[in-house]
């Protein structure tokens, strides 16, 4: 990779991430209700759809500028880390009945005409909830990182860990705000991002 294409993947990443927080952002929900409030029944779904167009920018950089072979599994470790990919991408389908899909697409609040700018669904502690706060985050990870790795996706792949890090924490600012105490004492109960063997719930809620 070139140095110019170095720092054009960054920043496509970078500027991808800062426009993903805002439009996530309670402040910016709350200025397009205040001066579009007709907006806000699409709001979510405008949002997922703005996510994912925005996201073919830096994935399209990084497969056509993929650099340097860093490293790439062979033997019983193809094996290994295929099975780790495939079992997290089959444990995030699974955990789709824990969710209510026409909210979390944004079809529900564009279908009743909600407008509120807080999400609607109720606090659920799902069974992967149990041992850690942000199991889909977790899971992602474990994709990104038991793939081979090139110059171009070592680093989409470190800023985007480093993106869920930081992400899960404004998320669970929100959350605060949602729930409160409820979700005090369920933080203080289950680790955030990665799960520990002696910190979990030992009963959902």
Excluded at 190 to 199: D, E, N, T, Y
Aim: charge should be positive; glycine fraction near 4%; aromatic fraction near 14%.
């Amino acid at each position: 990779m070139t140095i110019l294409s170095i720092i054009l993947l960054f920043s496509a990443w970078i500027i991808y991430f800062c426009i993903h927080s805002i439009l996530a952002s309670l402040a910016f929900k709350r200025y397009v209700s205040q001066h579009w409030p007709r907006l806000m029944p699409a709001y979510r779904l405008l949002f997922n759809l703005i996510s994912l167009i925005l996201l073919i920018i830096p994935l399209t950089l990084q497969h056509h500028n993929t650099g340097k072979l860093l490293w790439n599994w062979s033997g019983i470790s193809v094996i290994v880390m295929n099975g780790l990919a495939i079992s997290a991408a089959l444990t995030i389908l699974w955990t789709l009945k824990y969710y209510d899909g026409t909210d979390f697409s944004g079809l529900k609040q564009l279908r009743d005409g909600i407008t509120d700018v807080q999400d609607q669904e109720h606090f659920v502690v799902s069974p992967l909830h149990r041992f850690v706060r942000h199991p889909w985050y977790f899971l992602i990870l474990i994709i990104l990182w038991t793939r081979p790795m090139d110059q171009a996706t070592l680093i989409g792949t470190v800023l985007i860990t480093l993106y869920l890090m930081i992400g899960s924490r404004l998320e669970e600012s929100k959350l605060l705000i949602y729930h409160g105490e409820q979700y005090q004492c369920y933080r203080s109960q289950v680790p955030g991002l990665f799960p520990l063997p002696w910190k979990y719930l030992k009963k959902a809620s």
